[in-house]
């Protein structure tokens, strides 16, 4: 059973553009939404985290918005770069158990 | 350099082999995770040690058997794999089990 579902599973946009990725979650005891960016070759970064108490939260071009009610959330890249190409997966957290579980992933590619 | 490095970084090995792979966090955390990241899935919590105790075993197989001697080192010991168990390992450290997680750089593991 898929607890998280990411989507697109790859999406290429032009430099400057708005790439958007979609996440959904079923369990409602999650209380900490991260993304995490990953580079070939190289293990998964933090890149920007959320909980559900806030609807938005801004961290330089990433934004991550969140829909408690729908129990979704996306993460948004504004005037994307072509070095912002690699994996991005949503990942849910359930405090104090460790568990954290990722969505499938997106590939991204910016093109120059 | 997330402060948790992963050795080695790439294992081939035969089907009836002993291998042990090693994680080493410097950020002074007291939580530990290994995760496996195969092609076209979602990354899978396969272990958390907190304060070196066991705390999560996501049913992962018996061939599989983890090490936790002090909050700052974790291993993974192999035994009898199989070829569909090839997939990149991923160590992670948290402060503890409410905060960020921060992950290696994985080992690309092959069985033949």
């Known amino acids: 059973q898929q607890q998280v579902k990411q989507s697109p599973q790859s999406l290429i946009v032009q430099k400057g553009g708005i790439p958007i990725i979609n996440c959904a979650y079923e369990?409602?005891?999650?209380?900490?939404f991260p993304w995490y960016q990953q580079f070939p070759g190289k293990g998964p970064a933090l890149l920007i985290a959320?909980?559900?108490?806030?609807s938005e939260k801004k961290e330089g071009r990433f934004t991550i918005s969140f829909n408690k009610s729908a129990k979704q959330f996306s993460l948004h890249i504004m005037d994307s770069q072509p070095g912002d190409s690699a994996t991005y997966f949503c990942?849910?957290?359930?405090?104090?158990?460790?568990?954290?579980?990722f969505g499938q992933g997106t590939t991204l590619q910016v093109k120059p | 350099e997330t402060g948790v490095t992963q050795t080695p970084r790439h294992l081939v090995m035969g089907m009836t082999n002993k291998k042990s792979l090693k994680c080493e966090q410097h950020?002074?955390?007291?939580?530990m995770y290994w995760y496996k990241q195969s092609a076209k899935k979602p990354l899978e919590l396969m272990f958390v040690?907190?304060?070196?105790?066991?705390?999560e075993n996501n049913s992962v197989p018996s061939r599989f058997s983890p090490e936790c001697p002090n909050s700052s080192h974790l291993f993974l010991h192999l035994h009898t794999l199989q070829p569909e168990d090839s997939a990149l390992y991923l160590c992670?450290?948290?402060?503890?089990?409410?905060?960020?997680?921060?992950f290696g750089q994985g080992t690309r593991l092959t069985v033949v």
């Open positions: 992670a450290s948290s402060q503890d089990k409410n905060t960020e997680a921060f």
């Open positions: 369990n409602t005891a999650f209380d900490y």
């Open positions: 959320i909980r559900p108490d806030v």
């Open positions: 990942a849910a957290w359930r405090s104090n158990t460790g568990k954290l579980i």
């Open positions: 950020l002074g955390h007291n939580a």
């Open positions: 040690y907190n304060f070196k105790e066991q705390t």
